[in-house]
């Protein structure tokens, strides 16, 4: 059965390449995206090396998202309003799985205030409902992600108002060798969201590069 293919946006950063490294070598056919084709390039060029016989392309974001299935957003969050204005149109009809995390900008240890409510949430709001948003993988280390025989000791959060588009999250998740939960609706994602600077501020107290969070005393659904 053919793979759904799959565009990452933001995926010259070291989380969305490292996803970018699992899913290909998992037998997706990856798109990474970037404002800067020739980055994007470069970037694709480099994940071919280390995945031989993958199928990896580089493209500028709107021509990665308007060529895919499923897209994926791990920009900083200070790019995730425009980015998503620019491939809005492109979105539609598809999910789009928001891995941002805003932090505050004085301290990255520290959670910011959110007033306008999670970022996964303010991305939904901008693309409006024809698109099904999907937060995950906020928690998940890239260093861990980016070494292909690492196991990624921690789980995976996934949030979304629509149970099918979390389905295949949790299915993607578990393509790339991580472990996912169905943690509720969309405005939940504010916790993994935050979770994100609490786990930062462990890994610099304990001098560490994978704190993660783990599900305990609960059983996977069978497959």
């Not at 292909?148 to 999250?169: I, M, Q, S, Y």
Request: charged share 20%.
């Amino acid at each position: 059965m053919t793979k759904e293919t799959i565009a990452i946006l933001g995926g010259t950063g070291p989380e969305g390449a490292g996803l970018a490294m699992r899913w290909a070598a998992a037998g997706y056919p990856i798109l990474i995206g970037s404002r800067d084709a020739a980055r994007a390039e470069a970037t694709a060029a480099d994940l071919r090396s280390k995945v031989p016989g993958a199928t990896i392309d580089g493209a500028v974001n709107r021509e990665a998202t308007e060529k895919a299935d499923l897209v994926v957003l791990t920009t900083p969050y200070a790019g995730q309003a425009p980015t998503l204005a620019d491939v809005a149109p492109a979105l539609q009809g598809k999910i789009l799985v928001t891995a941002v995390v805003p932090l505050d900008p004085a301290a990255k240890r520290r959670v910011p205030n959110m007033p306008g409510g999670p970022a996964a949430v303010q991305a939904q709001q901008q693309v409006g409902e024809g698109v099904r948003v999907v937060a995950a993988f906020q928690n998940v280390g890239a260093h861990q992600l980016q070494d292909p025989n690492a196991e990624v000791d921690c789980d995976v959060l996934v949030c979304g108002d629509d149970r099918a588009a979390k389905d295949a999250v949790i299915a993607l998740a578990e393509a790339g060798g991580m472990r996912a939960w169905d943690a509720g609706g969309l405005a939940n994602a504010l916790i993994p969201e935050g979770l994100t600077p609490v786990l930062i501020n462990i890994n610099i107290r304990y001098k560490s590069k994978g704190a993660g969070v783990r599900i305990s005393n609960v059983n996977p659904p069978a497959a």
